[in-house]
């Protein structure tokens, strides 16, 4: 099995990113931290607590930073509601919270792995700096990140930079110049991992006690997404990454050096990709650009069938 940590900021996909994670037999998941990102970090924390509850999984979850190292906190209500999930009620949280701070869970749980650990962080990077700060030594106990940050071509929080880059561009520097092998799961992918509002009622029809939260969380992720980009359905850009861990052919990537633009006026938060080498630089990224859609749906769907088998 491949030992995983999450670190997330749930956000309608990250709960399906945690979903997808917690039902695969592939998957031995150590614990999940939380950062301030889609919602504060006290929402952010407490959305994670709901979605285990909702799972049923009892795993470690500790709080992280509340707001990026080097600017205040910028969050998206507009897409995923007041509280970070919108559109679906939860069980009150039963699963108990882990008294440290993320960054010193996430340091402690990688030097005492007996493995290396792939790290899934699915919101601003503020914790994994915080932890590479901290503890620099840590690096031989990651096998690789998983993120899904940044983009070619694409982006969707500024003209230049996709969200979760832009929310802490600092945080996103040190992890790509750490020298950790890196798979960067950027827009050019996850736009293309789209749930289609048919997708979503399948989901819907499958009537479980997992899938009818999941259903109604993306049926109003989808429709904020319309107002906000015109799309029909769903953009799964976290659970993308869960899914390139258990499965890398999933992934179509190449292998690039990406630079983070942390000066830039009108694009600080952007991924400088090196398509053609021209910097010279060595790659630091394996880096998407596609999926095999089918493929991964499948995944999504096989997973949500598992949890709602838990209760059923
Ligand atoms: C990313 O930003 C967040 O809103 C989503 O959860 C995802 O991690 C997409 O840009
Ligand atoms: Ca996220």
């Known amino acids: 099995m491949k030992k995983v940590m999450l670190d997330c900021d749930p956000g309608h996909d990250d709960a399906i990113a945690i979903m997808l994670a917690c039902a695969s037999s592939e998957l031995e998941i150590l614990g999940i931290t939380t950062v301030a990102g889609n919602q504060t970090g006290e929402k952010t924390f407490t959305n994670a607590l709901k979605i285990l509850t909702l799972i049923g999984e009892d795993l470690p ?75 620099p030594g840590v690096k031989e ?61 399948a989901l819907s029809r499958l009537s479980g006690k997992v899938s009818t939260v999941a259903a109604r969380l993306l049926t109003f992720y989808a429709e904020q997404l319309e107002k906000f980009s015109g799309v029909r359905g769903a953009y799964l850009h976290d659970p993308l990454t869960v899914a390139a861990v258990i499965d890398p052919a999933v992934l179509d990537t ?45 995944l999504v769907f096989d997973a949500i069938k598992r949890l709602d088998e838990r209760w059923a």
């Not at 993120?147 to 930079?161: D, F, H, I, W």
């Open 141 to 201: 106990k990651i096998k690789r990140i998983v993120l899904m940050g940044g983009g070619v071509l694409e982006s969707n929080k500024t003209p230049a930079a996709e969200f979760n880059i832009y929310v802490d561009p600092e945080a996103a520097k040190i992890v790509f110049e750490s020298g950790i092998p890196i798979t960067m799961v950027g827009l050019d992918a996850t736009n293309k991992a789209l749930f289609s509002l048919e997708d979503i009622e």
């Open 254 to 298: 190449r292998f690039l050096h990406v630079d983070i633009e942390t000066k830039g006026e009108f694009t600080r938060g952007a991924t400088v990709v090196d398509l053609y080498g021209v910097t010279g630089k060595k790659p630091n990224a394996e880096v998407s650009f596609g999926l095999d859609l089918s493929k991964f749906k499948g």
């Open 61 to 135: 979850v500790a709080r992280g930073f509340d707001k990026p190292l080097f600017q205040e906190l910028v969050t998206a209500p507009e897409i995923h509601g007041e509280t970070g999930l919108d559109g679906a009620d939860f069980p009150a949280p039963s699963v108990k919270p882990c008294e440290a701070h993320a960054v010193n869970f996430i340091v402690e749980t990688l030097l005492s792995a007996d493995d290396p650990v792939y790290l899934v962080p699915t919101g601003p990077l503020t914790n994994i700096a915080g932890a590479l700060l901290l503890a």
